[in-house]
């Protein structure tokens, strides 16, 4: 373990006087893996939820192993002075960043060009106490913006060529991170009460099958495909579509934190993944979903959540019947409820539907009143303000959009599939 000295600045301040955060003393470095644990000790009260510190140390670990996060898919930065040695200096600051596969479409030679990319997703960005109100996570960000902008692009790897933006989603409100060059964008979800349906008394919907983890790989390759296509259509009001990839090894991130949390609290396995309406390629509906322990699970918890991280509808489904769609977009929806209220958890949760996924969700609402002979009143739709805020720093192309300049506002960028998926 570290020497003490640290864990004491972490606390309480150095002895020594704190570095003013302009000084051009200060920098971005790796932590050892000593000093890495004890940011863990220190931010653990933020993030860990319902699980011990010990036991945060093991997710976080084990988070930092998976399929997206290992082999440098995950970076951890520290904000510290040059002058002191590693695992003897203050961390004023920290953070980590996440690598995602993105796609960027834009304009050129009279088409829309769609182009793989790698984009940072920015998260656990933490000051200790004794470190707050002095500038120093402001530091920390200027210093990792210009950083991320070509941290990881390798210009001979496919895919990797280009990083245009950053992202992160903001538990502090909209006003920090805007403030230094992360726009915000829209941040409503649905939350939707759990619900045992009986079937007996609810109106008929489309069948719906469960999706375990070895079902998910292939739907994630079809829904790349159709967000590909989706970008390859110009937005009638925006200069740039951009979007996180949907991909499996996003999902499996997901997932091991639900399996990991679930396993320490004592719960089933949770096998479940999502649910899928449909065996016609192409005329299918499905949702992915993973479950989020806040706080204990008990009768007076308020905040354990089953997050649908992407909801995907195929086009042919539309072509069939907008009714299809909309009983579809329905059964996934009591399916989400039933999981919920199976693992006694407290919502669900939908982030930014799609005026089509509202009519679902209502139509799903209304199918619960008329089996509890009472208004509809399970879906609240909030616009969050303090809290996940998704926001996103443009960098710019690097001159690969031909004259559209790389110093475009974020107000002219389309954010497809702002879902709970791509969040870190």
Known sequence: MAPSRIS???ISGSTNPLPDAS???LTLEHPTPEEKALTWDHNAASWRGPISLEAYHRRESSLSNQAITRGGGITHWVLVERSQSPND????ASCETIRKRTLVAFPRAGQIEVRECISHGIGSVFCAPAMRRRGYAGRLLTELS???RHWQIEPSVCGRELCPFTALWS?????????RGWRVFPSAHVSLLPRSYNPKTSAPLPTIMRLDATSIGELCRVDELLLRQELADPHPHKMLRVAVIPDVETMQWHHAREEFVANELGKAYPEIKGAIVGDAPGQRAWCIWSRTWYDP????TTSNVLHILRLVIEPGLYERSYGSVINSIAALIVAAQREAAAWELNEVQLWNPSATVLEGIQRASDISAVARESPSTEFMVIDRDSD???SLMWYG????AGSMPDAIDAAHIDWVGNEKYAWC
């Open 23 to 25: 000084s051009p003393n």
């Open 89 to 92: 200096r203050s961390i004023l």
């Open 171 to 179: 538990d502090i409100g909209k006003e920090f991170y805007a403030a």
């Open 146 to 148: 210009a950083k991320l």
């Open 297 to 300: 699970p008990g009768p007076d």
């Open 388 to 390: 996940s805020i998704p």
């Open 8 to 10: 004491n600045e972490l």
């Open 397 to 400: 192309l690097d001159g690969e």
